[in-house]
């Protein structure tokens, strides 16, 4: 079954310090693999994008993401988180037809001073 | 680029009643998408539209459940006798290109009492 896993539902990170948010999936076909990010009452804004070549894509706000196939795993990091940063965090998969996108459950970042 | 823009923001309903929600797509974007998303989880996929043509439904979607896409721009996703359990924020996405990314408008957030 197509499925997205993000093993931690709530992750508290120090301003300044390190993130990595992780994702799992199970997916048939090629996958076509994203992160978006959701505040409190609004929509999903797109963080970044994986389709094809190089494993390792950089998004907005200084996020980036790797690709390893290997471990089916589209992990979300980034090198200094500020408080803005505080949100939820949902990985999904998709492919080439443009069928719905797959969510995970998303993660719940808190950033503390 | 407006933007996805869904209306109303906030509806508040008895159960047994019908309701109907509007989603105005991003103007080029041919592909639609309502999601339903419920507290702590991702968003779940209902249905999707390319052009007029509603290409798939989920399973989640019943027959109290149904949309339109008269004229291949706006959608309306109507609930009739609606219960509790309906209770969710309801996201409206479109895309441009199979496979691209999908562009979220802020929800439409149901509560029934």
């Known amino acids: 079954a197509q499925s997205v896993t993000q093993p931690d539902i709530h992750i508290t990170v120090s301003e300044g310090a390190s993130l990595e948010l992780r994702c799992n999936y199970s997916?048939?076909?090629?996958?076509?693999l994203f992160w978006y990010v959701q505040s409190p009452g609004q929509g999903l804004q797109l963080l970044l994008k994986y389709f094809s070549g190089d494993t390792l894509v950089q998004g907005i706000k200084g996020f980036e993401a790797e690709f390893k196939r290997s471990q089916s795993s589209f992990n979300l990091r980034k090198p200094s988180v500020h408080w803005s940063d505080a949100a939820e965090y949902f990985c999904a998969v998709g492919n080439q037809a443009g069928t719905a996108l797959i969510f995970g459950k998303g993660t719940t970042l808190s950033v503390s001073s | 680029d407006t933007g996805v823009s869904q209306n109303p923001r906030h509806k508040i309903t008895k159960r047994g009643q019908n309701v109907t929600f509007r989603c105005d797509p991003i103007?080029?974007?041919?592909?639609l998408y309502w999601y339903r998303q419920t507290l702590g989880q991702g968003p779940e996929f209902l249905t999707y539209?390319?052009?007029?043509?509603?290409?798939?439904k989920s399973r989640l979607l019943s027959d109290r459940f149904s949309a339109e896409r008269p004229k291949g721009s706006f959608s309306t996703l109507e609930i009739q006798r609606t219960e509790q359990g309906d209770s969710a924020m309801y996201l409206c996405?479109?895309?441009?290109?199979?496979?691209?990314?999908?562009?979220f408008g802020n929800g439409t957030r149901l509560t029934v009492t």
């Open positions: 997916y048939g076909a090629t996958p076509y």
């Open positions: 996405a479109s895309s441009q290109l199979t496979g691209s990314p999908l562009h």
């Open positions: 539209f390319q052009n007029e043509a509603q290409l798939e």
């Open positions: 103007s080029e974007h041919n592909r």
